[in-house]
């Protein structure tokens, strides 16, 4: 089994910025692609960015193109996602996901799924 843990979420104004983290579990995590999602409430669950297993390929969702990063180091288990230009759109709760073979860019591809961090930014 994968397990991941995010942390990071909280509340900030509109303009700041969060740093989101999942940590991961098995240490093979490099063996996985990964991938953020988010859900705000009533809506359906929104792809955020992916990362294949080295870090060498990167996709965003259109809402977050050019003010979110995703990032990941495999030497520590951990899957990042910088956010700036907060804007009260971007609340959430945020899920980081893992795939065995799939490029997680849709929610069908991922295999595992972290608990969710709650990320509210206020006006």
């Known amino acids: 089994q994968v397990q991941l843990v995010e942390s990071g979420g909280g509340l900030v104004q509109a303009g700041g910025s969060l740093r989101l983290s999942c940590a991961a579990s098995?240490?093979?995590?490099?063996?996985?692609?990964s991938a953020w999602f988010r859900q705000a409430p009533g809506k359906d669950r929104e792809f955020v960015a992916a990362i294949s297993r080295s870090g060498g390929v990167t996709n965003y969702g259109n809402s977050v193109k050019g003010r979110f990063t995703i990032s990941r180091d495999n030497a520590k288990n951990t899957v990042y996602l910088q956010m700036n230009s907060l804007t009260p759109e971007d609340t959430a709760v945020y899920y980081c996901?893992?795939?065995?073979?799939?490029?997680?860019?849709?929610?069908?591809?991922?295999?595992?799924w972290g608990q969710g961090t709650q990320v509210t930014v206020s006006s």
């Open positions: 996901a893992a795939s065995i073979i799939r490029y997680p860019t849709v929610s069908t591809a991922c295999d595992y």
């Open positions: 098995p240490r093979t995590f490099s063996s996985y692609n």
